[in-house]
């Protein structure tokens, strides 16, 4: 999403570059149309000069006080074409040091739009590929037993999956009895509440209340703390004290917890939060895709 936001920041400061461009080449060309009027200004009082002098009359006549405007006006003129051509070549400077500074800008497009293109082919070729997901002593949403199991690599705190996690619970009514729901940690690094949440939630099942810390938080994560985190156990029935003292005398083993998620979801290339897996195949986070992979894994 983030690189959505970039892309479309550098989108836009391409388009102002680019409309100064053409902006500059206009008022070029519009300068060389003058520079081409004045040329055939001077074409023509040289003309009449000339055919004066041929006519025979005396040459004193050409330099005579009447004479003197059109001299005159030549002399303008070359000054004045000397004028446009430095302003010509101002602004063939100004256009090349637009060009300068576009280029940086330009490269970094690109860069990330082939880093884009990787991650798609790389995306494409994960999704074909079938992975062995142990749900080890993870708890369990629905039947143990279900044909269908489906693991989501989850941060608490990340925006998408809160968005998201309505759409497990609905695919366990819709399939009952043939889907499982598994939750594996996944914290992003620069989510700072994204591990003390997942201890939060490892905490509540120590009382038997895992999938109900899970909801929870969820539901709204948008303002994580350790006084939130007790708020929702209280409302939840838990014991508080014994809440919090969990957290902070199993601290280890939660940490323990939350590295062997980590380290399976590395060899299932997870590449961000929610990832969802269909019976260890790879699936976006679509309700009707989900829909298809589930029944593409009953038929099996």
Known sequence: MNNRLFVAVVVLVMGFLLFAFASVQSNNNAILDRVAMQQDKILNIQQSLNVKASSGQPSFQIISQPAAAPAATATGSNVDVGALQNQIKMLESRLAALETD????????????????????????????????????????????????????????????????????DLLKSYPDKVKYVVKNYPLPFHQEAKPSAKAVLAAKEQGKYWEMVDAILKDNSNLNSAKYEELAKSLGLNVDKFRKDLKE???????????????????????????????????????????????????
Do not use: W
């Not at 690109?110 to 590929?129: D, G, I, S, V």
């Not at 939350?258 to 679509?286: E, H, S, W």
């Open 250 to 300: 199993k601290d280890a083993q939660f940490e323990k917890v939350i590295q062997a998620d980590m380290a399976l979801a590395q060899k299932v290339n997870v590449r961000g939060t929610p990832a969802f897996y269909i019976n260890g195949r790879m699936v976006q986070p679509d309700p009707q895709m989900m829909k298809t992979a589930i029944e593409e894994a009953l038929k099996k």
């Open 102 to 169: 576009a280029k940086p800008i330009i490269d970094q497009v690109k860069a990330q739009q082939e880093a884009y293109e990787k991650q798609r082919k790389e995306l494409e070729e994960a999704m074909k590929k079938v992975y062995d997901i142990e749900i080890g002593n993870s708890p369990v949403r629905g039947n143990k037993n279900a044909p269908v199991t489906l693991v989501e690599f989850t941060d608490f705190q990340c925006p998408y999956c809160s968005r998201f996690h309505t759409i497990s619970n």
